[in-house]
């Protein structure tokens, strides 16, 4: 039986929404870094700020979880969904000119 999952329990919802927000900023006051176009790169491609390496997939194994977890790595619609977001909002203007 697959265990459900969660939010991370060593990462406070308060401390990715700080992150969250200051990355917002940032963007708004035309600061981009190459490391911020190449999370945003990342995030069009994926749905995530990073990759999931294959460490991740099998250490998810271990833990009796799928190898990708159930987001958009799992589920094209939902990564289609937030690609047109990401378009309808600017976000891929922004990053991708």
Do not use: C, W
């Amino acid at each position: 039986m697959m265990k459900k999952e969660g939010y991370p329990t060593r990462v406070s919802m308060l401390y990715s929404l700080i992150g969250s927000r200051a990355e917002s900023i940032g963007t708004k006051n035309l600061i981009e870094r190459k490391e911020h176009i190449a999370i945003a790169s990342i995030l069009f491609e994926t749905g995530h700020s990073m990759k999931l390496v294959e460490d991740v997939r099998q250490l998810r194994e271990k833990l009796d979880l799928t190898r990708k977890p159930p987001t958009t790595l799992t589920y094209i619609t939902a990564l289609k969904d937030l690609r047109k977001i990401m378009r309808i909002t600017g976000f891929h203007k922004r990053f991708f000119r």
